[in-house]
């Protein structure tokens, strides 16, 4: 009889587990254990920062994947990077949804960014001569929880620091914000430079579609300041001002509509790294010239929709941007502070027996 009650007992912990891992899927956006973590071996920081990930997010030891390459130039050949890609793809199993780099250099593929080589593999059509419009993104606006398996690609992000301690901060932000809903804010400013602020006319949208989640400032100004509630923050500026004096709060977006913000670490403009150096935990920019197309970059309406959805950050960035194969993600992939934190007692198997 004790034998008999044993037995029952640990298969109904074990079915609890299976349930419990079940609705972690389907309350808490994009999971560790769908993210690949790549770290180049041959590249130090590389290998700190994903050791460090790992261990933050609990990434599965087979979800880590190594490769190794020279990293000692911002722009990665086409041929190289395809022979990086193979191994990679090789490395990964069925369940990885997405991607997270270990890097902020090379942070292109010839003419595309390297998170969207990495999502599509690399092609031309996701290049522009001039000013062209460039290949979709099929997971734009998507309601898509798997795009490995709904569209065969696994969206990518980079974990861009200059430093160790400035890629921990980052990680340790992105954690932080889980399951936080906090009282936030979303700004999204108009400047006075017209060319850069082409994404602006769908700002009022934006806040019809979010106002009753969020409130959503429209400013006119060349910035903000002094504000402590960012959660949300895009705007068209070639260098964005005051940044030391807001307070991003974890999980925050932030990104800045010109030319050659994905440009890292330093660019002819402000790089879109100097975002989360002032607390944001992701941002986008474009690493080729884009000219000012919007579907370019994030869509406000969009972005803020599926953040305040739930989604995690990789996935609400991506399916923001209608056009992303010149511009990079970067930032803390898994963050998520709009999810809803699993509930252990909706987890518990109805009718189970324990004991006789």
Known sequence: MRRRTL?????????????????????????????????????????????????RRRIPADNVIHISFRSDKPVLDAAVFKEIYQHVRAQSKQTIQAYALTWASPYRVNCMSITSAFTFGYAKRYCAKGCTATAPNPYFDSDSERPMDDYGIRPTMSIAARTFENAAFLIDRGVQSDFTKPRASAYLVVTGDKARSTRATDYFNARRSSAMQIPVK???????????????????IRSVPFLDSLGFLPGALGDHLTSSGGKMPDSSQMSAMRWLEAGATGSFGTVVEPCNFPQKFPSAKIA???????????????????????????????????????????????????ND
Request: glycine share 6%; proline share 6%.
């Open 7 to 55: 037995l029952r007992t640990i298969a109904a912990l074990c079915l609890t587990s299976a349930i419990v891992a079940a609705a972690q899927i389907a309350e808490a956006a994009l999971q560790p254990t769908q993210l690949g973590v790549i770290v180049n071996d041959a590249d130090p920081q590389s290998v700190a920062i994903g050791k460090y990930y790992a261990e």
């Open 218 to 236: 429209i400013v006119r100004a060349e910035g903000i300041r002094d504000v402590f509630d960012v959660m949300f923050y895009f705007t068209g």
């Open 304 to 354: 803020m929709k599926h953040y305040l959805a739930r989604d995690s950050l990789i996935e609400a960035y991506w399916k923001s941007v209608a056009w992303p194969g010149q511009g990079i993600f970067i930032g803390e992939p898994l963050a998520k502070p709009y999810a809803d934190m699993p509930s252990i007692k909706s987890m518990q198997p109805a009718g189970t027996l324990l």
